[in-house]
């Protein structure tokens, strides 16, 4: 089976095309458009500006990932969670292009996704694409997602079945790492950004003020001693501050 994927969740325009023999998956194309330089200057992902994007980005994108796939037998499509205006430029998409081929489209909860790239041998040689599906994940698993705007502990009693155990209240970790770049007008996106500054103090074998070195603070760890598996991460923000 040859299945089409389409992917517009956040600020990433995103297809490929896998082909899936017996416990063999084949990645026969992956093309990404990323809109990091255009939300650069706003510090985060504008829901507008994105989806405008997207709509200029998803057919080049769809007709690159395409080029010498000469048959499809469906499309998969990520429907949520998501920025609504991004998520339905892909949506779209998807269901124009099934029409018109007469192939079943395939909803995708994009969370869903994170969690079963686990199940994927990751790819280490250069003659090709071909890798095995793993299988050896023993349930019940503890499955912990964290993106650029979700965060959420799961519980996984087999394929398909899931019972959330916490999530955050607030804001989710990516959103605080961009928002506490800005603050220190380190750039976007900020995880990187503040994970390359991290990395330049641990080449220099500088310590980090703490409250007894060089007038130093500590960060709050929120919900450390509440009796749940929640998250929370806007305090963070406000402790930067």
């Known amino acids: 089976m040859i299945i089409l994927g389409i992917e517009t969740s956040c600020d990433e325009t995103a297809a490929a095309v896998v082909r899936g023999v017996g416990n063999k998956v084949e990645v026969l194309s992956g093309v990404v458009a990323s809109q990091i330089e255009i939300h650069k200057k706003y510090g985060g992902v504008v829901p507008e500006v994105a989806a405008r994007a997207h709509v200029l980005n998803i057919l ?7 080029k010498g ?24 998409t998807a269901k124009t292009l099934a029409y018109a081929w007469h192939v079943p489209t395939v909803a995708i909860n994009h969370i869903e996704g994170h969690i079963y790239a686990n199940w994927l041998r990751p790819i280490r040689n250069d003659k090709g694409q071909m890798t095995n599906v793993k299988n050896k994940i023993k ?11 979700h965060t959420m502990l799961v519980l996984m009693k087999g394929h398909g079945k899931y019972k959330v155990l916490g999530e955050t209240r ?12 800005q603050l220190l007008h380190l750039g976007y996106p900020g995880g990187p950004e503040i994970a390359a500054a991290a990395a330049k103090l641990r080449s220099r074998n500088i310590i980090p003020p703490t409250p007894l070195y060089q007038g130093g603070i500590t960060l709050p760890r929120p919900m450390i001693n509440d009796k749940n598996f929640d998250f929370s991460f806007s305090g963070l923000k406000t402790a930067l501050l």
Do not use: R
């Open 60 to 66: 080049p994108v769809v007709n690159e990932a395409l």
């Open 69 to 92: 796939v000469k048959k499809i037998n469906a499309i998969a499509v990520t429907v949520g969670p998501g920025l609504v205006t991004s998520l339905l430029v892909g949506v779209e």
């Open 139 to 149: 349930f019940p698993a503890i499955i912990l997602t964290v993106s650029g705007g």
């Open 170 to 181: 607030d804001d989710a970790a990516g959103e605080a790492f961009d928002k506490a770049a």
